[in-house]
């Protein structure tokens, strides 16, 4: 037996049918989809924003850090390497801070010495030439050696 013809209304209705479901299912699928990405985002990232969190509150003045890394994963190795830096920004802070001191306190006694200097020879309103040369001389030898 052979067909020669046959009605093609069964296949328009097939055909309709798929349209309605793709139409209905990727939006659908897409929804799902992107919900389902943002919750894993959320679970990944959380990790981060609660170092992120700890380290916005780290006193500049304080000794804490992100304490021992929890993980042995790529965020551990971040928490390691944040408390390094911070290691690090301390040890720099802590020199500069000695820096400031020292040169503080050798610039003291020099400056002193200047401004009594000045203070007693400008303190009579008429000296020798003698006078000043001895006060430019005091002066000269309070001046650290550069």
Known sequence: MLVVASPLADLARDRRQVGQAILLGIPIALLL?????????????????????????????????LGEPIRDDELGQLTSAF???VARLRAALQAQRQFMADASHELRSPVSVIRTAAEVTLSRDHREEAEYREALAMTRRSIPPL
């Open 83 to 85: 408390n390094a830096v």
């Open 33 to 65: 989809a992107g919900a389902g990405g943002l919750w894993l985002a959320s679970i990944g990232l959380r990790p981060i924003t609660i170092m992120a969190a700890r380290a916005a509150n780290i006193p500049p003045n304080g000794l804490e850090d």
